[in-house]
């Protein structure tokens, strides 16, 4: 990290209102981009001859929606996948930094159980949701627990490799005053783990999603997984399009969620240059 | 950096120097090896070898040497973060075990912890040894003013330069109140003229509050001007080849030595004892 462009990056804010005036810009021409995808999606197919059974116009997919919400409780399984996608991601999340302190603080730990861990996350994770069902039957358990698998390991890796990776001469300075191992981890080691453990966290609340939406599709008979599974049955495609969107927004709702939680926690950071991811 | 030329602390009425007599011991090395296991096919090395030196109460004593001979070495045996494999090292007249309180070290990195306001990282080793919130604030809020970083209290190091970080780093050491001070080429990562503004803080302080200090540099010019007398190691194994005793007024005013004719004497001994006299050896 260089001085010159930590310093410079203050006075972002100061640049004021033609900085302002671009952003809101930016914004327009997202919406505008929005606008241009439904229209192509709206009429393209019609144009190109494609029946809507293959590709439902955007018109189509909206109607199927309004339906839906009535006559299939859409509701009801849009709360069902967010409550698992949020349950797995937390206890997977938790999982993860459990192992990741663990680990990163002890090197023997590591030694001992990296071999395992590796072979866990080789392992295809999704594989294991017919299993789950057998084992807990058709409920919210074995979409929970797919998503614990996945989400873990990404967030571990990173705890981990935080933890490790911290300045030496930082924990000599804190050692120099005389700290003991646990002040150490709290008023070093874990600071320093939050932003590496918050990259785990974005990209966990994402398979978080795709966690429970596999085990809905393997066995169940609520959730937008369900859903889509029940769309194809009917041959609905509208239906699987309506499905598909949700969980689309589910997986963002997690992702912003995530992103907002690391604003609050890593204020301290600098403001990073794009906006919004 | 905002130029005023304000004198830390009070009016300079006692600048007048010091009697020359015996004074206290601070640090002392006798006949110090320190040797570093080789790591897998690496041989062992002898950081140094035969080390005795003493730093006397209220000395500031610089060590110049060619890279990788055992500064930083020193620096760390001193502190207690490692142990001599061969004699003994003691601060205050008691041996060095472990880290203790008696000393406290500033580095060519600020280590300032990011997720810290600069007040709450001048008052990081307060916390951990113990102070209550009231006396840290107080001792935090004394080292900023004197080191002009009190509109900068509650700032985030990301939000200052290099130089006043490194004032930061040094508000953190000196609110440790430690009876050595230990620094490792503290300044050596800032541009000319920040440098040579902290380097005269620094040694207004230093004089000031009467502190013992360790100063590591490689730069033959800073030692000069900074120090009572500077010890010359040689090459790895690094041992000390040679004591200069810098016999110039004003510790307190590195520039007003740096002037006089008699310092580039020093420094010109001191590059023919490092070998930078013999031009055609250097490397490139
Ligand atoms: N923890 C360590 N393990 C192994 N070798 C080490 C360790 N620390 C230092 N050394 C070795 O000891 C020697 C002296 O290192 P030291 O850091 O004290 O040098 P230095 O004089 O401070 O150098 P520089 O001027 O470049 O800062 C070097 O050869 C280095 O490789
Ligand atoms: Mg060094």
Redesign the interface.
Known sequence: MTNATQASAIDRTAAGSGLFAWMRWDYVLTVLVAVVVLAIWEYLPGLAGIPSFILPPASMVWKEFLRALVTERLVGHVIHTGLAVLTGFALGSLLGMVMGYTLGLSRRAEFILSPYILGLQIAPKVAFAPLFVMWLGYTIYPQILVAVLIVFFPVMVNVLVAVQTVDADLINLARSCSATRSEIFWKIQFPASMPPLFSGLRVASTLAVIGVTVGELVGGNTGLGYVLVYGEGQANTPLVFVAIVLLTLVGMVAYFAVIAAERRVLHYMPKPAAQGF | MNGNAQVIGETPATACPQPERRRETRLEFRGVVKRFAGTGRQEPVTAVTNVSLKVGEGEVVSIIGPSGCGKSTLL?LS???DKPNEGEVLVDGSLVS????H???M?Q?D?L????TIQQNVE??L???GLSAKERRERSTDWLGRCHLTNFAHA?P?????GM?QRAALARTLA?DPDVILLDEPFSALDAQTKMILQRDLAMTLVETKRTALFITHDLNEAVSMSDRVLVMSARPGTIIEEIVIDLPDRDKPFARRADPKANRYVARMMELLGLDRLDLLPV
């Open positions: 760390n502190s207690g973060l472990g880290p203790n309180e000393v406290a070290f580095l990195k280590l912890l990011p997720w810290r990081f080793g916390e951990i040894r985030y990301r939000q200052l330069s290099g970080r440790m």
